[in-house]
């Protein structure tokens, strides 16, 4: 239902855009997220796109960097990262929110819709 790919190798400073494709009623879910997870470390909210109320949200650590945005006509959320930072190198996983949820979207438990991650990796 959810396939994200674009990730790879970039050197500090670069840009990379992340693409999550979605089938068709997992797309019109109100929110879709991304997350991240670093060797042992827990997965971390980065981003999120509420298109009902047309907000966004950031994780703090790629506020003014990142950008998630979604195309309609290609049933596609993206995340765009520019000044990637070694500190960015996790896999990405992209998610859908649950139905009718009213908990927070920063946690993972809001989620129950994941993509099979994609690696990005940022060289120093």
């Known amino acids: 239902q959810l396939q994200a790919f674009g990730g790879g190798l970039v050197q500090a400073g670069g840009s990379l855009r992340l693409s999550c494709a979605a089938s068709?009623?997992?797309?019109?879910?109100?929110?879709m997220g991304w997350f991240r997870q670093a060797p042992g470390k827990e997965r971390e909210f980065v981003a999120a796109?509420?298109?009902?109320?047309?907000?966004?949200y950031y994780a703090d650590s790629v506020k003014g960097r990142f950008t998630i945005s979604r195309d309609n006509a290609k049933s596609t959320v993206y995340l765009q990262m520019n000044s990637l930072k070694p500190e960015d190198t996790a896999i990405y996983y992209c998610a859908a929110r649950r139905e009718y949820y009213s908990g927070s979207s920063y946690s993972t438990d809001a989620y129950d819709s994941w993509g099979q991650g994609t690696q990005v990796t940022v060289s120093s």
């Open positions: 068709g009623r997992t797309f019109r879910r109100s929110v």
């Open positions: 796109f509420n298109w009902f109320a047309g907000s966004t």
